[in-house]
């Protein structure tokens, strides 16, 4: 076994580590990832976490370092949490963005280019949050890949097909990726 990272997180984090699976709780909440690899192991000791890997090539290696970087994303989000900023933008006809009343997990864009149809996007997580202040859109969570799953559906859901983009420049565009709250 060569060790390939230690992860060192604090006191008011407690982090469960099976032998693919591990579960953080932290003041904002509980975040549970499962790897589907054989080759990485974990073991805790204390306030310390280590990422284990029982091959030395270099695949392997670049696969226990991203499971590092997953943990450490979910250490900090318990901890502090994420958030991901958009844009609206139109040039003549002004979009209606809210979150559903029906179901609170999807956000609903009304006249887009004009169009009568109502175009929906997924909002992923149950701790992930949408805020909606007027051009502008923050998204905020624990999980950070499901903060930026959240702000690709919305980017999607408007996305310009058949006309040419440097034109019909209207949509709804990520101006911050998602990153830790200060």
Do not use: W
């Amino acid at each position: 076994m060569e060790e390939i990272k230690s992860l060192n997180f604090p006191k008011e984090v407690k982090v469960e580590a099976g032998k693919s699976n591990v579960k953080v709780t932290g003041p904002k909440g509980t975040i549970a990832k499962e790897f589907k690899t054989k080759t990485i192991e974990f073991e805790l000791k204390g306030n310390t976490l280590t990422v284990k890997t029982k091959e030395k090539n270099r695949r392997k290696k670049s696969v226990a370092y991203s499971v590092s970087s997953i943990i450490r994303n979910m250490i900090d989000g318990v901890t502090k949490g994420f958030e991901s900023e958009m844009a609206v933008v139109y040039s003549h006809f002004p979009m209606n963005i809210s979150v559903s009343k029906q179901n609170k997990k999807l956000i609903e864009i009304v006249n887009y280019l004009g169009g009568k149809k109502i175009l929906k996007a997924k909002i992923i997580g149950e701790k992930t949050e949408v805020k909606i202040e007027g051009k502008n859109i923050k998204i905020t969570g624990i999980d950070k890949e499901e903060v930026g799953q959240t702000a690709a559906n919305i980017e999607k859901a408007v996305k310009v097909l058949n006309k040419d983009r440097r034109v019909f420049q209207d949509g709804i565009y990520i101006t911050g990726k998602a990153r830790v709250v200060a």
